[in-house]
């Protein structure tokens, strides 16, 4: 299993960046890939964006391309979200997540959001108008 802690959120304006970080324990070496995910209230928990571990193929969701960037340090066995200009529509609680290669899927590619198996608690990003 793979412990995974999210920091980072916090409340900012519209326009504002913030950088979300996820730090992976445990069986890190059984890790594929690591993504974010997020849930507004009253909302299906979605994916943001998705990075392979080794190769760094990196998949983003429409809504976020541009404006946000997921990032890894192998040395720290990190995971980073960059978000720049926020929107108020971005507020939600964020989450960290790994996957460990199925074979559903080609080699190298970014796994569905299915095949996540390990979850961080999830930090709140607020955006104000």
């Known amino acids: 299993q793979v412990q995974l802690a999210e920091s980072g959120g916090g409340l900012v304006q519209a326009g504002d960046s913030l950088r979300l970080s996820c730090a992976a324990s445990g069986r890190t070496f059984s890790t594929y890939a690591m993504g974010w995910f997020r849930q507004a209230p009253g909302k299906e928990r979605e994916f943001v964006a998705g990075i392979v571990w080794s190769g760094a193929r990196i998949r983003y969701a429409d809504s976020v391309k541009g404006r946000f960037t997921i990032s890894r340090d192998y040395t720290k066995n990190t995971v980073y979200l960059q978000m720049n200009s926020l929107e108020c529509e971005d507020s939600a609680v964020y989450y960290c997540?790994?996957?460990?290669?199925?074979?559903?899927?080609?080699?190298?590619?970014?796994?569905?959001?299915?095949?996540?198996?390990?979850w961080g608690q999830g930090t709140q990003v607020t955006v104000s108008s």
């Open positions: 997540a790994a996957a460990p290669y199925t074979g559903k899927y080609a080699y190298g590619d970014v796994p569905p959001g299915e095949d996540y198996a390990s």
